[in-house]
C-alpha cells in the first residue's frame, strides 16, 4: 500500500539523492473514477522500475481541464483511493497547471503517459530526458475512460421512468 505525501517528503525519500539504485517511475493524472484502464496503466507503469509515483491533479486543477462538474471526488478521496493499490508507491498532489515542476524537482528516471498524448505533448519529458531518463507511453485500455462512464451514467438516469410522487 502506497502513501500519500507532501512533494517535500517525496523529495526526501526518493529524490535524486536518496534513491540510491532503486529506478523511480512517475505518471500523474486526475484519476477521478478510478476504472479497470486506470489500473492496468498504474501496473504496467510499476513493471517499469522499482518504485511508482503517482502525481495528482488538486480538485481546481481538474475542474480546469474537465469541466464544473469535475471532480467527482475530491482530492483527498482520490489520493486514499490511489494509494491503496498495490502497484502505488506514492501519491503526490500537485496544484500548478501542469506537474512540469514537479517532475523537474523529482527527475524520475521513467516518465510514463498514456498513449493519447502525443510525444511532443508529453510535459517533462526535456527535462526527464535531458537527466538521462526516459519517457514511455503506455496504450491506453479500449472502453475505459471517466468521461465515457459518465456520459453513460448520465444517459441511464435520464432513461430511467421517474418515480411516482408519494
Given at each position: 500500500?502506497?502513501?500519500?505525501?507532501?512533494?517535500?517528503?517525496?523529495?526526501?525519500?526518493?529524490?535524486?539523492?536518496?534513491?540510491?539504485?532503486?529506478?523511480?517511475?512517475?505518471?500523474?493524472?486526475?484519476?477521478?473514477?478510478?476504472?479497470?484502464?486506470?489500473?492496468?496503466?498504474?501496473?504496467?507503469?510499476?513493471?517499469?522500475?522499482?518504485?511508482?509515483?503517482?502525481?495528482?491533479?488538486?480538485?481546481?486543477?481538474?475542474?480546469?481541464?474537465?469541466?464544473?462538474?469535475?471532480?467527482?471526488?475530491?482530492?483527498?478521496?482520490?489520493?486514499?483511493?490511489?494509494?491503496?493499490?498495490?502497484?502505488?508507491?506514492?501519491?503526490?498532489?500537485?496544484?500548478?497547471?501542469?506537474?512540469?515542476?514537479?517532475?523537474?524537482?523529482?527527475?524520475?528516471?521513467?516518465?510514463?503517459?498514456g498513449?493519447?498524448?502525443?510525444?511532443?505533448?508529453?510535459?517533462?519529458?526535456?527535462?526527464?530526458?535531458?537527466?538521462g531518463?526516459?519517457?514511455?507511453?503506455?496504450?491506453?485500455?479500449?472502453?475505459?475512460?471517466?468521461?465515457?462512464?459518465?456520459?453513460?451514467?448520465?444517459k441511464?438516469?435520464?432513461?430511467?421512468?421517474?418515480?411516482?410522487?408519494?
Open positions: 500500500m502506497g502513501r500519500i505525501v507532501s512533494q517535500e517528503e517525496l523529495s526526501a525519500l526518493v529524490g535524486r539523492a536518496k534513491r540510491g539504485s532503486r529506478r523511480v517511475v512517475f505518471t500523474n493524472g486526475c484519476f477521478d473514477l478510478l476504472h479497470p484502464g486506470h489500473i492496468r496503466t498504474l501496473e504496467e507503469a510499476r513493471s517499469l522500475g522499482d518504485v511508482l509515483v503517482v502525481g495528482l491533479n488538486r480538485d481546481a486543477g481538474v475542474r480546469k481541464a474537465k469541466g464544473d462538474t469535475r471532480p467527482v471526488f475530491g482530492e483527498d478521496e482520490r489520493a486514499e483511493l490511489l494509494a491503496a493499490l498495490e502497484a502505488v508507491d506514492f501519491v503526490v498532489l500537485f496544484g500548478e497547471p501542469t506537474p512540469r515542476e514537479l517532475i523537474a524537482q523529482l527527475l524520475p528516471d521513467v516518465l510514463v503517459k498513449a493519447d498524448w502525443g510525444s511532443t505533448e508529453i510535459v517533462g519529458r526535456e527535462e526527464v530526458e535531458a537527466a531518463g526516459r519517457v514511455v507511453s503506455i496504450p491506453l485500455e479500449a472502453g475505459y475512460s471517466t468521461s465515457g462512464i459518465l456520459e453513460k451514467i448520465r441511464l438516469s435520464q432513461e430511467l421512468p421517474n418515480p411516482a410522487p408519494g
